[in-house]
C-alpha cells in the first residue's frame, strides 16, 4: 500500500499549474473560434452505459474502462465524445432543426497496454456538425480544423484527407466474400505498415491486375493529379468513382475557405474508428510521432441510435496539442505585496483590490524571514 501512496493508475496524469494554465489559454481560444462558427458547446457524463455507447464507441472492448453501477449495468467511462453526442443528437436533440452545430471539450478514457506508454486519460476539444450531408458540411470542418490550429498558434501543420469509401470499394470488389481479410488490410493500412500489407497481398489468390491495384493504392498520395491517378485504380468501381467525384468537390470548397496550403490527400487513409463512412482526415505536427487532431464523416453511427441523420465533425486532442506548441512563455509573474503587520496588511489589501480590478494578479505575502 505504501508503495502506492504517490503513484497513479496506469496512464493517468497529473497537471500541474504551467501545463494547466497552458491547456487552458488553448481551450479558450477554441472555444472562441468554434464560437465564431456558431457553434454551441455541450457536456455529456463520464460514465455511459456500456450496452449503448460503450458499443457504439468503436474502441476495442479491452481498452474500455469498465465499472458496475448499484443496479449492476455496466458502465464505460466514455472512450470518445463522438458517441455519447450522437446519443443526445438521437434522444434529446431530436427535434432540432437540421443542421444544428456542437462542439465540446472534455477528457475520455482508454485503457492502455502496461508497455503501451500512451496516456489512458487525455482531453479533446471538438465539434460535430449534425443533418448535413453536403459536400459543404465536410468543408466546412476541415476547414474549421485549419483554422482554429492557425488560431492557436501552431507554428506547423498539415491535414491529411482521404475517403474510407475508395480503400472498402477496392477492397469489397477484390475480395466480396472475405469480410476477415478486408479488415487484415485495413488494419496493416491503420499501422500504415506497408510491407505488412505487401506479404499479405503476395498470398492473395487473385488475378495479376487486381493485385496491381492494391499495389498502386499504395502510391496514391500527395496533391496534384492524384485524382486523375486514383481514376486508374477504381476503373468503373462505382463507389470508388464516388469517392474520387466528393474529394473533388471537396478541394473546391476547400479553396474557398483559402485553406489548401496544408491540404494533402491520401487515399490509404484509414481508421480505428470504424463508424467513418467517408471523407475523414488526420493533422499532424512536426516532430510528433502521433496525431493531433482527426475527425471525420460517420453516417452510420447516428441510425444506431435509431436517428436517420447525416453528420461529420473533428475531435482535437489537446495534450498533443500542446506539446506541439512546445514550451511557451508562461503568464506574467503575478506581484507580490509583502506585509509585517497589520497596518501593511491593510494597506496591501487595498492596493491589490485596486490592482486586480485593472487585470494584474496579485499575490498579498506575510514577510517572514525568509523574505528578508
Known sequence: ?????????????DTLPELYQQKERVRNVLSEQLGSWGYHYLDTPILEYYETVGGASAIQDQQLFKLLDQQGHT???????????ARVAASRLKDQPMPYRL???????????FEGGRPAQFEQVGIELIGDPSIYGDGEVIALLAKSLEKIGLPAYQITVGHIGFVRGLLDEV?????????????????????????LLEHQ???????????QLLTLKGNGDL?????????SNEKMVEALEELGALKGVLKGYEVTDVMEYDLTLVSHMSYYTGILFEGYAPGLGGLICNGGRYDQLLPAFQSNTSATGFAIHLDDVIEALGQQESQEKPEVLYFKNQQEFLKAVKTAEQSRSEGKRVIIQRKGEDHE
Open 175 to 199: 475480395f466480396p466474400e472475405d469480410k476477415e481479410i478486408i479488415e487484415k488490410f485495413i488494419h496493416l493500412l491503420h499501422r500504415k505498415n506497408r510491407v505488412g500489407f505487401e506479404e
Open 103 to 113: 462542439a465540446y471539450a472534455g477528457p475520455v478514457f482508454r485503457a492502455q497496454q
Open 75 to 85: 458502465l464505460v467511462m466514455r472512450p470518445d465524445m463522438t458517441a455519447p453526442i
Open 227 to 235: 485524382i486523375d491517378r486514383a481514376r486508374q485504380v477504381a476503373l
Open 1 to 13: 500500500m505504501k508503495k502506492q501512496m504517490f503513484e497513479k493508475p496506469l496512464g493517468m496524469r
Open 205 to 215: 489468390s487473385i488475378n495479376q491486375q487486381d493485385k496491381d491495384r492494391i499495389l
